[in-house]
Structure formats: structure tokens, C-alpha cells
DNA sequence: CGAGGGTTTGAAGTGCATCAAATAGTGTGG
DNA sequence: CCACACTATTTGATGCACTTCAAACCCTCG
């Protein structure tokens, strides 16, 4: 399994940069590997938590369900980006639930295994910390931006995260996931997505095909989403699909 | 400066918490004390961050700007929290400012004990771990806390976090800041902060009096609170004033 | 082609914000 | 100890943003 080309990717992840072979293959020895369809379940919320998770290809949410019923989004993770490890710090059981929600696949490690390695190999507790050091930064600002943005300035804000920070004037992309799982990732029901979504049209100067979206231009769409927050594009660090 | 009580003190703290004395005195000959009025600036947003700070006594808001002038609170802290510390993880510069809410007394220590601390001796780097995990822990259901919950809500969840969590039926508490100061931290207005307050009186049973509000009955008050919720009272290890 | 999920649109309701003004509370100097 | 200034808090009236409920539309895939 361990080729030369997985061997790159996991030094892509923070949690493995920078380890010494020994300790790296302490990881290497132990991961398996899962291929997942849309919509598998890997693990619910209180569950033991055994194993942690990394994503090498495709989508997965992490949500709580609240005791009438909704669902509440976490976070909706890709490729390189790490999760359930936080139950070694908690009470040994997962803060909420995942689920792929495209195709995927997923390297599976122990907790156990990462918590050894953190106690014994002071490099792996660092890389620990600046992973979350990361997740909590941008959870912040997430926080900000539910109590300062409104809806359409929120989409905004989300699409530019999606864009190459180095891109100028005009640019296109397409949507991750499901307009309705984006929608209740950014916290507002699916018809205020849509309709917020149509308005940026207008005021921010977009096109809508489907899931595909054209932005005129960034410098319009960024004035238009940040004036309302304490920083502005390009929001540094804060990309969706970074590590 | 470190008489006995003192080293107390800092042994409840997290961070320094099973450290060798070798790593502890390395702290405890860098700590300078100041002591603060209410309203004073520790450090602004973005400032080059030297120093980070522990609460010995009294109340610190953490806070950003927005480009259009408005005041979002990241946090409100008291006695043995932390903070400015995840400049480490960053660029160097503090991703908040802080000022003062009450008078207060605070410990400052530089940053670079602290990186060349977690470097060199790993339980300094566990420790942090564990302390970032909580905040990220408490981040997290405050995320989720401002989706899923309406703003008595919000309060009441509040009000509850104050309380000691073995207590049952009726119990009576202070408001530990200014009401204004409540509201903005549980992001919504003081105007529907007064608002949503009243309708706890009938909705869930407390009486206001001032800044003393006594909760009829906690039970009652915490079915109000947390059916929107994913975990309900008592919220483990999210009271406002643990470490 | 037809079923089903995803998405949009419309109409109506709710919650919170805003603006404005009254009231309570606090600290100050006379 | 009181009057004043200033701030914090409450209250009222109104508007806007988002939600809810309902129905239509669209797209994809068997």
C-alpha cells in the first residue's frame, strides 16, 4: 500500500509533515483504507471513538441532530482534511456524526495509535496543534460570520473560499455538494439559498447555471460580502478545501 | 511572587498542570502581573503578539471589528483562562483584541516561553492540546447554538452554563457582566436581549431582579432551553467559567 | 416515459433589528 | 445628601430578513 504516490499525500497532510520514518510508519503500518458510496454513515455521534479519519478523495459531512429532530452541520470536509480525532481529548466519544455525502475514500486510523504517537513523539503533538489550531481559527470566523453577514453575503463569502485567492476579475466554478447541503452548512433553509443566491446575481454580479456559477468580478463580490466582517477577501487561510 | 497560593493558583490552570518543576519554574520566571482597570486595552486585533495572558481575577472581552464599524465578541473570560496564545499557530499577530470588562488582574507571559516550551518539553504541548480542545469543543456548540436556538433560548442557555450543574430545582444567580455586554457576546441586540429576557419570566419561570435572576426551576428552564439542542443540560464541560 | 429528489417560486407569518423615546441606575461635584 | 450628567435598560412602533407552508418546476436515471 504504501506507495510512492500515497506517500505523498500523506505528507501533504499537517498532522504527518515533518515526521521522522519511524514514527510515520508507526501511521503508515496502521491505516486502512475504505472506499464509500454517497451517503454511508461512518460513525454517529456518542459513539466510542476508535478510529479517526482522513479524506482522500470526495465529501463528508459531520452534523449533530437536535432533540426535535433537525440536523445541525458541523462541517463539511474533503480531500487532505482530518476528523473524529478530537474524541482523544474528549471523553473518548464522537462531538457529532459523519457521513459521506458524495463518493469517497477514506483512510482509517486508531485514536489509539495517534494518541501513543502524540505522547511519546513531541512532533506529532505540534502538528496536532497547529491542525487545530486551524479548524479553530476558522471556526471563529464562522461564528462572526453567522452574526454579521446575512444571507446572500454568507453565499458570497462561501463561493470566494472556493476560488483561487490569486484569481483576478472574472472566474467560474462549480458547486461541491447539494445547493440544500450547502444551504443548511451555512446555516439558512433551502429556499433562503435560493433566493439569496439570486439575489447575488443582481447585486454581486453572478451567473447561475445549475451548480455551475460564473463571478464577474472578485473585487465586487468581495466588497460586496466583507464590508461586513472584520477581514476581507482574501480571507487568508480560510479556504474550504485547504488542509 | 510565588508564594504558595499562588502556585496554587497555577497548578488549576490546564496548561500548567502535571508540568516538572524545571518546565514550571521556566513559566513562573517569566509571569509579570497587572493589574487593570475596567475598559483597558490589553492588545489590538492584528498587533504583533509577544504576550499571552492568563486571568487571575475578573472579566476580559475578546473582540473584532468589522469593516463597517460593528463589534463582534469572540469570547468573555474570567478567572484561570488563557488566551492569545494561538498567535503561536499563526502569524505571529492576534487574531482579537481584548480589553477589559471589570477591573481585573492578569498574568503576562511571553509567547516565546511558550513555543519554545511545547517544543521542548511534550507535556507542555498536551497540555495545550487539551486546552485548545476545549475551546474548540465550546466554539463548536456555540456554532450550533446560533443556528438551532431563538434568542430566550440563547439566554436561558446562558443563565444555565452559570449555574452549578449538581443543583437542582430552584437557584438563584448574578449576571456576571452588563446585560449589553450579554447580548452581544450571544450575538443579538440589547434591545431583544431585554426582550427575550421578560419572556423567560413566563415562558420558563425565573424573576429579574436587576441583575439577580432566579430560575423557579431548572428542570423546566432546561426543557426550555435545549429541545432545539443537540446535547442537552447539563452541558458537559461547557460551563462558562471552567478553565 | 415516469418517479423521485433536488430546486425554485409564491404567499403569509415570525423573529429580530431598528429607530425613537422613556425610565432606571450610577457616579460626580456641589 | 441632593441635583445633574451620563450610561444602562426597558418599552413601543415599525420594517426587513428569514422561515414556513404549499405548489410548481426541473433534472436525472431507471
Redesign the interface.
Known sequence: MPTKQFNHFLLQIPLFSGLSPETLKIFTDAIKTRKCTRGEALFL?EEDASFFYIITRGWVKLF?????G?E?I?DILTTRHMFGE?A????GTY??SAETVSDAEILILPTSTLEMA???D?KV??N???T??????Q??S???H???QNAPQRIGCFLLRLCDPEAQGSITLHLPYDKMLIASRL?MKKETFSRALSRLKTDAGIKVHGGTITINDMQVMADYC???????FPC?DLKSTSP
Not at 64 to 68: A, G, H, I, K, P
Not at 226 to 232: E, F
Open positions: 455521534h449533530r441532530e437536535t432533540l426535535d433537525d445541525a458541523v478530537t482523544i481529548f474528549e471523553d462531538p457529532y502524540a505522547q511519546t513531541n503533538a505540534l496536532l496543534l497547529k487545530m489550531s486551524f479548524y479553530r481559527k471556526q471563529s464562522e461564528i462572526e453567522l452574526t454579521v446555516g466583507c464590508s461586513a466582517c472584520s477581514s476581507s487568508a
